[in-house]
Every structure is written in structure tokens, then in C-alpha cells.
């Protein structure tokens, strides 16, 4: 397909690269804060780890990030590879949260059984933004 009659990224694929983007930026920013801190007692009291095992997680923090840029950067530029990790991932959080829903108490906890509901409803959401009959014309012009 010519690039100049190209579709246009639809609204919702637009909406998942900006929070792709957002949860890299956060994974890398708070694995800096693990490294930064790892010394720090009171916070390693307060989170129950090691120097090592801050600075493991700090730099585990930061590698995730990276993939999650990359897997955002790949979206944004209309990868089909980029879309089918996404979408994997938001399976697993489906999967996860339906586990939880059959772990919690209604009645004890509530709080969590609302946001296990509410993570399968945000997965859900992505999923259909990324393959909404929009989206599809979309990755299809891109490759």
C-alpha cells in the first residue's frame, strides 16, 4: 500500500504506545531508585531486602524497562511483533487476575477482588484497541 494513502493510527493503538511508554519510563525510574538506594537501611528495613537484593531488582527494574521501550517503540512504528507481545502480556494479566479472583474473600477483601475485575477490564480494552478493524488496517499498511 502507498505510504501517503496510508491509514491512519487509530486513537486506541495511539492510547497504548503513550502508556507502554509511560510503564518504561516508570520500570527504569524505579529501578534507578533500587540502585540509588540500596543502601539506604531504613528503606531496605522498610521493604524487607538486601543490598543485594535491591540492587538485583534495581537493575532487573531497568532491563524490563528497556524491553518494554523497545516492545513500545515497535508499536508505535506498527509491528506486528510489538502488537502480539502486548497482547500475550495482557492475557497473562487476565490469567493473573482471574487467579486472584478465585483466591480473595468478597468480604475481607474487597478492595483487591475490584482490582483483579479492573485489570481484566483494562486488559481487555487493550486488546481491542489493538485489534479493533482499525488497528488491523493500520499493522497491515505498517508491514
Not at 129 to 140: G, I, K, Y
Amino acid at each position: 500500500m502507498d505510504r501517503a494513502r496510508a491509514v491512519a493510527r487509530p486513537a486506541g493503538v495511539t492510547i497504548v504506545v503513550i502508556l507502554t511508554w509511560l510503564s518504561a519510563l516508570a520500570d527504569v525510574l524505579g529501578g534507578v531508585g533500587f540502585l540509588a538506594n540500596a543502601e539506604d537501611r531504613s528503606m531496605r528495613h522498610d521493604l524487607g531486602l538486601t543490598t543485594a537484593e535491591m540492587r538485583w531488582s534495581g537493575a532487573v527494574m531497568i532491563a524490563l524497562g528497556v524491553v518494554t521501550a523497545l516492545v513500545a517503540y515497535g508499536l508505535g512504528r506498527g509491528a506486528d511483533w510489538a502488537r502480539t507481545v502486548v497482547a500475550l502480556v495482557m492475557c497473562l494479566h487476565i490469567v493473573s487476575a482471574v487467579f486472584a479472583l478465585t483466591q480473595v474473600s468478597w468480604e475481607s477483601q474487597r478492595n483487591e477482588a475490584w482490582a483483579a475485575i479492573a485489570q481484566v477490564g483494562l486488559s481487555l480494552l487493550v486488546i481491542l484497541a489493538l485489534f479493533s478493524a482499525r488497528a488491523d488496517r493500520w499493522f497491515a499498511s505498517r508491514n
